[in-house]
């Protein structure tokens, strides 16, 4: 378990208010990011379904927030909405492009009552260009940016990713760089912007490996081809006897220098990184029939495998034991309310003076809608009528 945070000014972002009307998992999980760091974080829902993710992940993405169900249809839930605005720093939305100014709440209407507010739209495609009405999942985002091609380890079907890469590396870390460049900047100047997300560009501006080859040979190379999906024979996923993997980061001559003496084979110390595709083919051959002689756990048993960037390919399971994130503070478990037992990842930022913390469980929907808008200054006998209007609903 974490250990509380040394005081409620320690937190980064303290005092930071941030209005989240996000779902899923791209713009949760950049809004999780800033509440884990301090701010306090409202999740905005409708007063329908709401937002779809599952229970499970709805109490790992919303920790440390705040609950409100608002209906933007109704010209009081925008009011309420301008309200909440007046008094924040952050507002993040993830709807088509188009959706929040037909509602009377885009950009130009809040920065009317709040000058000072970033305001980010974090979208599959963007706010402009030929793609920004397209429907999409990571997958879409990954296909058009040329990213998903790169994945895998030989020329076959693309792999796919359980870490979806253009949501969480292109959304939601995109965003919160976005966002946090924005509210420094604001702080200094008094003006808040429009940061526009695209989970596509955010994909496409990461895939600097690929790009590297195409400034070099004019083209990319097909999956399994290139230095890190299968090109070279020192960094690789080797099968072991036991029918668990073995994981091969030995790019640089000295970690391969290891290897070879940790496998007893000083002869393959001269075919380290050959450029010869034949070479590199027999090298993975012989490699692979040595690893699957034995098990993991001689593999992972051996002195000097660490040192040859050996490692086993651990369950994420096997992961979360593991007493080095322990030691880190990377794993949390609790019991939530309603969601039940919940083990998940803590915040990963390490901070001199601070330390993540499991403030508030993951709300229900709307379970703050009363206190927020009090905070804002609606009085008591508007938010009765709006409760009853079911401009506003709590859980």
Same mark, same amino acid.
């Given at each position: 378990?974490?250990?509380?945070?040394?005081?409620?000014?320690?937190?980064?972002?303290?005092?930071?208010?941030?209005?989240?009307?996000?779902r899923?998992v791209?713009g949760?999980? #950049?809004t %999780?990011?800033?509440?884990?760091?301090?701010?306090?974080?409202?999740?905005? &829902?409708?007063?329908?379904?709401?937002?779809?993710?599952? +229970?499970?992940?709805?109490?790992?993405?919303?920790?440390?927030?705040? /609950?409100?169900?608002?209906?933007?249809?109704?010209?009081e839930?925008?009011?309420?909405?301008?309200a909440?605005?007046?008094?924040?720093?952050?507002?993040?939305?993830?709807?088509? +492009? /188009?959706?929040?100014?037909?509602?009377?709440?885009?950009?130009?209407?809040?920065? *009317?009552?709040?000058?000072?507010?970033?305001?980010?739209?974090?979208?599959?495609?963007?706010?402009? =260009?030929?793609?920004?009405?397209? $429907?999409?999942?990571?997958?879409?985002?990954?296909?058009?940016? =040329?990213?998903?091609?790169q994945?895998?380890?030989?020329?076959?079907?693309p792999?796919?990713?359980n870490?979806?890469?253009?949501?969480?590396?292109g959304?939601a870390?995109?965003?919160?760089?976005?966002?946090?460049?924005?509210?420094?900047?604001?702080?200094?100047?008094?003006?808040g *912007?429009?940061?526009?997300?695209?989970?596509?560009d955010?994909?496409?501006?990461?895939?600097?490996? $690929?790009?590297?080859?195409?400034?070099?040979?004019?083209?990319?190379?097909? $999956?399994?081809?290139?230095?890190?999906?299968?090109? %070279?024979? #020192?960094?690789?996923?080797?099968r072991?006897?036991?029918?668990?993997f073995?994981? %091969?980061?030995?790019?640089?001559r000295?970690?391969?220098?290891?290897?070879?003496?940790?496998? =007893?084979?000083?002869?393959?110390?001269?075919?380290?990184?050959? /450029?010869?595709?034949?070479?590199?083919?027999?090298? *993975?051959?012989?490699?692979?029939?040595?690893?699957?002689?034995? +098990?993991l756990?001689?593999?992972?048993?051996?002195?000097?495998?660490?040192?040859?960037?050996?490692? $086993?390919?651990?369950?994420?399971?096997?992961?979360?034991?593991?007493?080095?994130?322990?030691?880190?503070?990377?794993?949390? &478990?609790?019991?939530?309310?309603?969601? /039940?037992?919940?083990?998940?990842?803590a915040? +990963?930022?390490?901070?001199?003076?601070?330390?993540f913390?499991?403030?508030?469980p993951?709300?229900?929907?709307?379970?703050?809608?009363?206190?927020?808008?009090?905070e804002?200054?609606?009085?008591?006998?508007?938010? &009765?009528?709006?409760?009853?209007?079911?401009?506003?609903?709590?859980?």
């Amino acid at each position: 378990m974490s250990k509380p945070t040394l005081s409620p000014s320690a937190a980064p972002l303290a005092g930071i208010k941030v209005l989240d009307f996000t779902r899923l998992v791209p713009g949760p999980v #950049c809004t %999780l990011h800033l509440a884990d760091l301090g701010a306090d974080v409202v999740k905005i &829902e409708d007063t329908g379904a709401g937002d779809h993710a599952p +229970p499970a992940l709805r109490a790992i993405l919303n920790r440390n927030k705040r /609950g409100l169900r608002l209906d933007l249809k109704q010209p009081e839930g925008v009011e309420a909405l301008l309200a909440l605005a007046r008094r924040a720093d952050v507002l993040v939305e993830g709807f088509r +492009p /188009g959706v929040m100014e037909r509602l009377g709440v885009g950009y130009d209407a809040v920065a *009317r009552v709040n000058p000072r507010i970033v305001y980010c739209s974090l979208t599959g495609y963007g706010q402009t =260009g030929p793609y920004r009405d397209r $429907p999409g999942h990571d997958l879409n985002y990954c296909a058009d940016a =040329g990213v998903a091609h790169q994945l895998g380890s030989d020329a076959g079907t693309p792999a796919l990713s359980n870490l979806p890469i253009a949501d969480l590396m292109g959304g939601a870390l995109t965003a919160a760089m976005g966002i946090l460049a924005a509210l420094f900047d604001a702080a200094r100047s008094g003006r808040g *912007r429009h940061v526009d997300i695209a989970m596509a560009d955010g994909a496409l501006a990461h895939a600097v490996m $690929p790009f590297a080859t195409l400034s070099t040979r004019g083209a990319v190379c097909p $999956p399994g081809g290139d230095t890190l999906t299968g090109g %070279l024979a #020192c960094y690789a996923v080797y099968r072991t006897a036991d029918a668990r993997f073995v994981a %091969l980061g030995a790019l640089e001559r000295k970690f391969w220098n290891a290897l070879c003496d940790l496998l =007893g084979r000083p002869d393959l110390k001269p075919l380290h990184r050959t /450029g010869d595709a034949s070479v590199e083919q027999r090298l *993975r051959a012989e490699l692979g029939a040595i690893f699957a002689s034995r +098990p993991l756990a001689h593999w992972e048993s051996l002195d000097g495998a660490a040192a040859a960037c050996l490692t $086993p390919v651990r369950t994420l399971d096997e992961a979360v034991a593991d007493p080095h994130y322990a030691a880190r503070r990377m794993v949390h &478990e609790s019991v939530h309310p309603a969601y /039940g037992r919940v083990v998940q990842p803590a915040c +990963p930022v390490k901070l001199s003076g601070f330390e993540f913390s499991l403030r508030r469980p993951a709300p229900l929907p709307g379970q703050h809608s009363a206190e927020v808008l009090a905070e804002a200054g609606i009085d008591p006998e508007t938010i &009765e009528r709006w409760l009853g209007k079911r401009v506003v609903s709590s859980s």
